[in-house]
């Protein structure tokens, strides 16, 4: 997505209802899929948040408003019923002038805009276990409460992407087509993957059996997706709803896992540095446990260590499929760093395995 221009961003800044004129937007954040800026009204007494959706991820920006507008409607109703601060504990959209909850520019692109959430911080990385449970909480929380939203109502926002058998196939065809003559190279990674093909459908056959419930998933459950309170250090609103779609909760649990549960740089050349840790995973099942309480059914408690096994491994089978077909779709800075992040996902993969007993403390799923 090339960068927005000044003339489509002050048709952005003016297509909004600040309550009043903002001064000009300033590029804000550490994200790499839409454009964001932080706009401040002239009276000084609010800040919001402009984006830019990267309509190349997301095609669909009127379906994927439609879902962000759904869950957050439904979260504040639910925050109001419990007495909390609706005003922070969910994302609140901006309608532009029209009324619509995006604006569309003179040169196609779409926009929206939200209520700045004051005095929060963002973490990048998880520096220690009480931020890991406090990530922990506030998703199990945010299963909690949009456990009564119909899932099925959702669009898509990006197609097949927590199918892991789809994953699966993609890589397979990669490997087939091996337009960079990369596959002889990776012969060790690929039979790590084959090895685990059965394993690929556990999740997606049980809840074609109806034996796991659709959930509203948020489906990038990274600790920087929580905004955190300054004073109390509590999580208190989940955001970046993007990929808010129809899915299961052992999706958003995996995903945690995969990124919080280890000691090293996702792209970690040495692959001797890397290590899953079954204490980390500990705290984030206890606080995402305790948090969703009752919301989750027996079963989904019971395949929480599949969740994470298997949110590890498409991970993985994603990153061997772009370093295969020439990395397309991952950003790289240097050689081979998909293929890295690759090995990476793999060796938490047999960690996982390798404790697999450990894992299921609160659960009894069997080992394929």
């Known amino acids: 997505?090339?960068?927005?221009?000044?003339?489509?961003?002050r048709e952005a800044e003016q297509a909004f209802d600040f309550g009043g004129a903002v001064c000009a937007a300033e590029h804000y954040g550490a994200g790499h899929i839409n454009d964001t800026y932080a706009v401040r009204r002239a009276d000084g007494t609010k800040r919001f948040i402009l984006q830019r959706i990267n309509t190349d991820t997301?095609?669909?920006?009127?379906?994927?408003?439609?879902?962000?507008?759904?869950?957050?409607?439904?979260l504040r109703r639910a925050i109001i019923a419990a007495g909390g601060d609706p005003e922070r504990e969910t994302l609140n959209v901006i309608a532009a002038k029209t009324g619509a909850p995006f604006f569309t520019d003179s040169e196609g692109g779409a926009w929206r805009a939200y209520a700045f959430v004051e005095d929060?911080?963002?973490?990048?990385?998880?520096?220690?276990?009480?931020?890991?449970?406090?990530?922990?909480?506030?998703?199990?929380?945010?299963?909690?409460?949009?456990?009564?939203?119909?899932?099925?109502?959702?669009?898509?926002?990006?197609?097949?992407?927590?199918d892991t058998p789809a994953r699966y196939a993609n890589l397979e065809r990669a490997v087939k087509a091996d337009p960079l003559g990369r596959a002889a190279g990776v012969a060790a990674e690929l039979a790590f993957v084959r090895a685990r093909e059965k394993d690929c459908r556990v999740l997606t056959d049980l809840l074609a059996a109806g034996e796991l419930p659709l959930r509203v998933t948020h489906n990038d459950t990274k600790l920087n997706n929580v905004l955190i309170d300054r004073a109390t250090g509590r999580g208190i609103c989940v955001i970046d709803l993007d990929t808010v779609m129809p899915g299961l909760s052992l999706y958003d649990f995996g995903d945690s896992i995969?990124?919080?549960?280890?000691?090293?740089?996702?792209?970690?050349?040495?692959?001797?540095k890397v290590h899953?840790?079954?204490?980390?995973?500990?705290?984030?099942?206890?606080?995402?446990?305790?948090?969703a309480g009752d919301a989750l059914t027996q079963a989904e408690k019971t395949y929480l260590p599949w969740g994470a096994k298997l949110m590890t491994l498409e991970c993985g089978m994603r990153f061997l499929t772009d370093y295969l077909e020439g990395d397309h779709y991952f950003k790289i800075s240097r050689p081979e760093q998909n293929l890295d992040r690759a090995r990476t996902q793999f060796t938490l993969v047999k960690g996982m395995e390798d404790v697999w007993a450990a894992m299921q403390e609160q659960s009894a799923a069997p080992m394929a």
């Open 1 to 9: 997505m090339k960068a927005a221009t000044q003339q489509v961003l």
């Open 58 to 74: 997301f095609t669909d920006p009127a379906g994927l408003m439609e879902n962000i507008c759904g869950v957050t409607a439904y």
């Open 120 to 162: 929060t911080i963002c973490l990048q990385k998880v520096e220690n276990e009480q931020q890991f449970d406090t990530a922990a909480r506030t998703f199990g929380h945010f299963q909690r409460q949009l456990a009564g939203y119909p899932a099925a109502s959702l669009h898509e926002t990006i197609a097949h992407f927590h």
């Open 258 to 272: 995969r990124f919080g549960a280890n000691d090293c740089a996702e792209d970690e050349p040495d692959q001797s």
């Open 276 to 291: 899953f840790s079954l204490h980390l995973y500990q705290v984030f099942a206890r606080g995402f446990l305790a948090a």
